[in-house]
């Protein structure tokens, strides 16, 4: 299973995948701006490692240890001084990066230290910026076009986001993600940040080309609610005509909703179909009703839609 995305909704796919299958490879966008990613960022010139890092603590197993090191890594100080803020993972990550020379050996180092059940790689060797074209940001002019550049920008618009795309163009993919790929059984976009985690993956061109000739079959994982900002105001399909126009060569083969999200199933069932899938619907979400997928929920709709 290779699943790819980044921030919480990755989280939440790969807490669910390491419940239904010993081999699950995360493939991580790697244009994070922010926070203690961007500042490691712009101080050393590497990637982004915290959507790596929470990647791998949710690989982290249900015992003492796995436990413990997702604690550890997810950990961040407080202070006064410059380290606040700074997680844990991230600089764990980066010492490994200055010591080996490698960003997917020192990610693999981390791995084998927290028992991760499975295994985390960038989507892209080198650090990239997201440029989105956003509808309305200024509010004296609600139908203009404003572009805005960097995953915080773009994450906080006001605006409505259009498309994007990333800087620089055309970057070079990780060959072992590229590889992870084409080698899948099965292939998760999604949930997560629809244009800051998950489409930038059909962006990279050596990746995307893995994505559309792979011989994997393809799922979508929708989301619980739409995001401020990035998608205001999206229904369950809408998601999947952005996919579409980002991505017209890649075909779905099933696309995965919260039965108890989706009021009209029609219009939803007729986007999957136009990608050549088939919609399931599931109780994915938490029990309290809160806008977060349940490990234990979506482990169980993943492993019936496996199993079919």
């Not at 927290?114 to 002019?141: F, Q, T």
């Not at 993919?173 to 976009?189: G, H, L, M, N």
Request: glycine share 12%; with cysteine.
């Amino acid at each position: 299973m290779v699943a790819l995305g980044g921030g919480h909704g990755l989280h939440a796919s790969l807490s669910a995948l390491r419940r239904v299958t010993t081999d699950v490879t995360a493939v991580v966008t790697v244009a994070d701006d922010g926070g203690s990613s961007g500042r490691l960022r712009r101080e050393l010139g590497v990637l982004p490692p915290g959507d790596l890092r929470m990647a791998l603590a949710a690989l982290c197993g249900d015992d003492e240890w796995g436990h413990t090191w997702s604690e550890v890594v997810q950990h961040r100080f407080r202070s006064e001084g410059e380290l606040h803020g700074h997680a844990v993972g991230n600089l764990l990550i980066v010492a490994l990066w200055e010591l080996l020379g490698d960003s997917v050996a020192g990610l693999d180092w981390v791995g084998q230290l927290l028992g991760a059940h499975g295994r985390v790689l960038p989507m892209s060797s080198v650090p990239l910026d997201i440029v989105a074209e956003v509808e309305g940001a200024d509010p004296h002019r609600p139908h203009g076009i404003t572009t805005v550049r960097g995953q915080v920008a773009c994450a906080s618009t006001r605006g409505r986001v259009r498309s994007i795309s990333l800087v620089p163009e055309n970057p070079p993919a990780s060959p072992q993600a590229v590889k992870a790929v084409r080698e899948a059984d099965w292939i998760v976009f999604g949930p997560g940040s629809w244009f800051t985690s998950v489409l930038p993956h059909l962006l990279v061109p050596d990746l995307a080309d893995a994505l559309v000739e792979s011989k994997a079959r393809r799922m979508v994982a929708l989301n619980l609610s739409p995001q401020r900002g990035e998608t205001d105001g999206f229904r369950p399909e809408t998601y999947l005509e952005v996919l579409a126009a980002h991505a017209p060569r890649l075909g779905v083969d099933v696309v995965l909703a919260d039965r108890g999200v989706v009021e009209d199933s029609g219009p939803l069932n007729d986007a999957a179909k136009g990608l050549g899938g088939r919609l399931v619907l599931a109780d994915v979400g938490a029990p309290d009703g809160s806008p977060r997928h349940d490990p234990d929920r979506l482990a169980a709709a993943f492993d019936q839609v496996f199993r079919e």
